[in-house]
């Protein structure tokens, strides 16, 4: 069945460094490709998605690329803030689940001023 | 604010015994999901409903869960004859048809069983 493996956390980061958060994913068709960020006491929230092959999602300075070649959707940010720390999940839906979710087991980020 | 509320926050139950939580979704969409998250894990896919029909259910929803969307507008899911290994959070969250993908969860009911 469909699948999401993230890179395994928790990645500890200093201020204005470099992010990246690896995401690759298994499934048939054509699945539309997402983040959620769930930061300490909050809910789950959309934080960027890309629907088909080539497209960028960016949002917040975040930025992921659907890779179809290498079935990849990393997260990228060029300059992480303490506000950025939170748990980072990667997640992919397609046009036969019934516009369900399914989740990586998530990376937590910590930013340390 | 996600425009979904869930209750209650946490549940400390023993082994057992029946739970429900509930979820309430502002109107204006017509989807409804029940995840449930367990520690260092993503969520996992339950149930969804579209309006009052529930329309796929999880193998990992076994016969001690049930969930109803009776009215289209706010939903339930019980669990029945708890087990420990049912202690999780569960996290419900609303989407739109035909907008796959973006959901709105609420923040979640614990479940702690003893």
């Known amino acids: 069945g469909d699948s999401v493996t993230q890179m395994e956390g928790p990645v500890t980061l200093s201020e204005e460094a470099f992010l990246t958060i690896n995401c690759t994913y298994t499934?048939?068709?054509?699945?539309?490709l997402f983040w959620y960020v769930q930061y300490p006491g909050e809910g789950l929230q959309l934080l960027l998605k890309?629907?088909?092959?080539?497209d960028k999602g960016s949002n917040k300075g975040f930025e992921a690329t659907y890779r179809k070649e290498t079935t990849s959707f990393h997260l990228e940010k060029g300059s992480v803030q303490v506000s950025d720390s939170a748990v980072y999940f990667c997640a992919l839906t397609g046009g036969n689940q019934g516009g369900k979710l399914i989740f990586g087991q998530g990376t937590e980020l910590s930013v340390k001023p | 604010d996600t425009g979904v509320s869930q209750d209650p926050r946490h549940k400390i139950t023993k082994r057992g015994q029946n739970v429900t939580f509930r979820c309430d979704p502002i109107?204006?969409?017509?989807?409804l999901y029940w995840y449930r998250q367990t520690l260092g894990q993503g969520p996992e896919f339950l149930t969804y409903f579209q309006n009052e029909a529930q329309l796929e259910k999880s193998r990992l929803l076994s016969d001690r869960f049930s969930a109803e969307r009776p009215k289209g507008s706010f939903s339930t899911l019980e669990i029945q004859r708890t087990e420990q290994g049912d202690s999780a959070m569960y996290l419900c969250?609303?989407?739109?048809?035909?907008?796959?993908?973006?959901?709105?969860f609420g923040e979640g009911s614990r479940l702690t069983v003893l």
């Open positions: 499934a048939t068709g054509y699945p539309s």
């Open positions: 969250a609303r989407g739109r048809a035909g907008n796959t993908g973006e959901l709105f």
């Open positions: 890309a629907t088909k092959a080539d």
């Open positions: 109107s204006e969409h017509n989807r």
